[in-house]
């Protein structure tokens, strides 16, 4: 949103118990000093040109709806924090309204499920600047991007053809790849030989992958480096999948995907979905992911036969809950590796996750 408003200062509206990491890991976002008046966002729109031809950032006060729901507000600071508090007291401000329809994410496999069309929405690069060995094939190469200090090997295909292909900088793709578009690859990713990245795949920063990965999105400092399917499935940071971990992403009723949760049930809606992990949540070797399955921030997950849908956050095994101390001396071991230090804010947010569980 910053790059799209041309704005360089960003000012966040978070709870309370997120502002200390957040400070402490995006110091250019500011969550205390908010200015006098403004525009307000929603987080769940998906940032694209359309969001700024239909939501100028100056003008007078104005709300703007899509599909029934309040996605952004242009007034001062006291009255939007009272909006936002109430997300149905917005007609009791009398305010001008502004009917917009526009792409937002109501859940978590919305964002797998569009991730494709943002990744094509959102390239506008090409150009080779990386090392690129003599007989890597590249299909569609005006829609392939190849980062500087990034190593292709030898009898990789990029193929663009269905989509285009980002490789950022510093990403090592080794030989006998298959990666096709759309598609991301972070900085620092590390693709092992033999690999089949399919469609609709964003890994990074600085994550390892291998053996079968398509539709997934997977988030900085987390590894699927081994032999296994990962499918329509959404990884947070810092997730580790043992080798053979495999995920279910498709019922044999080929019906809609529900979503079990602590107190319901939910439809996706969706034929195909895999997995939805937490940060730090941790898979031993032959892991075998249910279709649609949740497994909570710090989960260790040690199952025998198919996992249960839902696995509560710092779950150990099938039943215990992870110590704290010991879960943080891994936490801060696994970060080490990364050059990355488990800061006093981030444990503080971790404890306080551990608390509500």
Known sequence: MSRLYDQRKIFLIAPDYLKPHIKSEFPLWSTDSLPDQGLFLSTTIFPCMDVKKNIPLTGGEEIFISQDELIAVRTDTNKAKKIIANLNSWKDFNLPVKQVN???FKSLWDIIEFNEQAITRHFSYSGLRGEIAPSVELLNKKQIFIGANSLIEDFVLIDARKGPVYVSEGVEIKSHCLIQGPAYLGPGTFIKPFSHIGEGCSFGPVCKMGGEVSHSIVLGYSN???YGFLGNSYLGNWVNLGA???TSNLKNNYSAVKILLPHRKLDSGLQFLGLMAG??????IGTLFNTGTVA???ANILHTGLTPKYIKPFQWGEDQKYEME????????ILY?????LTPEYKKLIK???DQN
């Open 102 to 104: 526009l792409t937002e």
């Open 224 to 226: 699927k480096q081994h």
């Open 244 to 246: 053979g971990t495999c």
């Open 279 to 284: 940060d730090h949540v941790k898979s031993a």
């Open 296 to 298: 909570g921030f710090g």
């Open 326 to 333: 010991k879960f943080l001396k891994t936490a801060e071991i």
């Open 337 to 341: 590796r990364r050059d990355k230090k």
């Open 352 to 354: 306080y996750i551990y």
